[in-house]
Every structure is written in structure tokens, then in C-alpha cells.
């Protein structure tokens, strides 16, 4: 079955410093990735998403993410965080069945 | 631990029919969310409710309703189907503490409408 895993439940960088958050992936054949945020009270908003071609994918608000086949992961990152980057992160798989299939989510804080 | 319910899993209505699907969040958990994936299609939120209240609406047709009631469970109501409306609808609940806001995914419910 199609899965993915977040590891951390909690980031937490300082502004202007890099970030990423974490995303590993299990999947019978080619695996389509997607990452979504979500802030307070809000519904999911699309970030970016790998269906095949480059590895390193460009999304919105400036995150980007790199697929790597040989570690099945999907990392999503970002070079300098901002303070309203913070929020709730999902990274998701779509199953053969074209179901989506979330993370447990990762918080990101970014401290001023 | 318990998760999300949503009933029934698998719903087969034929154009113009109603339908109403349920969603069964997490014990106190307090919000919950609707979501739409068409064939093929990346998940649309559809609204989202919080203590009872509607919090949030993004791209629910005039034709949905939906409410939360007192126990915290969801009911989204569809009327005048079409054969567009064919979707996998999950609902996710969350409860805003201070410091968290994990959202926790159903199963979902398969409408099929022919």
C-alpha cells in the first residue's frame, strides 16, 4: 500500500535560516508526492507535487522539494525561512486508486 | 487510537438524488474539515467547521450543505447531484490547542453518481 511518513512531528528554525521538513515514502511503482500546508483553522493549500522529471520540484511561496529515489524520500525545504512560514505541514502519496493517503503532519515555527 | 469514522464508505446515487454523508471526528476534537477528490484530481477543501460554527469555506457548490452538531460530528449534505459530484469526500478533524493543530484524515467516502 501506498504510504508516507513524517518523522518529526515539530520543526523549529530561526527566520532567515533554512528549513526542511522531512518526508519519506513507500510505494508500489512510480510514486506521485505532494506537499500541502495548512494554517490555523484552515483548509490544506497546495504546495508543490513530483509526478516524474526533475528532481528538485519548485512550489509555492517559495518552497521547493527534492525527490530521491534511492533514499524514498521527498523533503520539502526551504532557503530562508519567514516567520508566516509557520504552520502545519502534510506530505502525501496518491495510491494506485487515486486516493490520497497524508502524513501525519510535521509543525514548522519560525522564531523571529 | 481511535481515528476519524466516516459512513458510509461507498455511496452510489443516480443524477439529481440527495445524498448525506457523516463524519465522526476524533474525541474532542473539535473541528473538522470536508474535503472533494475527483478521479484523478488533487484534494479541493470544500468547509470547515469549528465548535458548531462555520470557519472556513473554500470550493463548495451552492448545492452542499454541511453543519456540525453538538456531539462534534459533520454532516455534508448534497443535493441535485451530478454526475461531477462523483468524488472521494474525507473529512479531517484537528482541535487547536495552544500549541498543536494536527489534522487527522478519514477513510472516506466514495460517492459514485450515475
Known amino acids: 500500500a501506498q504510504s508516507v511518513a513524517q518523522p518529526e512531528d515539530q520543526v523549529n528554525v530561526a527566520e532567515g535560516n533554512p528549513l526542511t521538513v522531512k518526508c519519506t515514502y513507500s510505494?508500489?511503482?512510480?510514486?506521485?508526492l505532494f506537499w500541502y500546508v495548512q494554517y490555523p483553522n484552515r483548509g490544506l493549500q497546495f504546495l508543490l507535487k513530483y509526478i516524474t522529471g526533475d528532481n528538485l520540484v519548485k512550489g509555492s511561496y517559495g518552497f521547493e522539494a527534492e525527490f530521491n529515489k534511492s533514499q524514498t524520500s521527498f523533503h520539502l525545504k526551504k532557503p530562508s525561512a519567514l516567520v508566516s512560514d509557520s504552520a502545519l505541514y502534510f506530505c502525501?502519496?496518491?495510491?494506485?486508486?487515486?486516493?490520497?493517503?497524508f502524513g501525519a503532519g510535521t509543525r514548522l515555527t519560525v522564531k523571529p | 487510537a481511535a481515528g476519524v469514522i466516516q459512513s458510509p464508505r461507498h455511496l452510489i446515487k443516480e443524477k439529481r438524488e440527495t445524498a448525506t454523508l457523516k463524519c465522526y471526528p476524533i474525541p474532542r476534537h473539535d473541528t473538522v474539515y470536508w474535503y472533494q477528490q475527483g478521479p484523478g484530481q488533487d484534494p479541493q477543501f470544500l468547509i470547515s467547521?469549528?465548535?458548531?460554527?462555520?470557519?472556513d469555506k473554500g470550493s463548495i457548490p451552492d448545492r452542499f450543505s454541511a453543519q456540525q452538531f453538538s456531539d462534534y460530528h459533520s454532516e455534508l449534505n448534497m443535493s441535485s447531484l451530478e454526475l461531477g459530484d462523483s468524488a472521494l469526500y474525507f473529512c479531517?478533524?484537528?482541535?487547536?490547542?495552544?500549541?498543536?493543530?494536527?489534522?487527522?484524515f478519514g477513510p472516506g467516502t466514495r460517492l459514485t453518481v450515475t
Open positions: 510505494v508500489s511503482g512510480n510514486p506521485y
Open positions: 502525501a502519496v496518491r495510491d494506485p486508486n487515486n486516493d490520497m493517503r
Open positions: 479531517a478533524s484537528s482541535i487547536p490547542t495552544a500549541s498543536t493543530y494536527e489534522q487527522y
Open positions: 467547521f469549528y465548535e458548531k460554527m462555520q470557519s
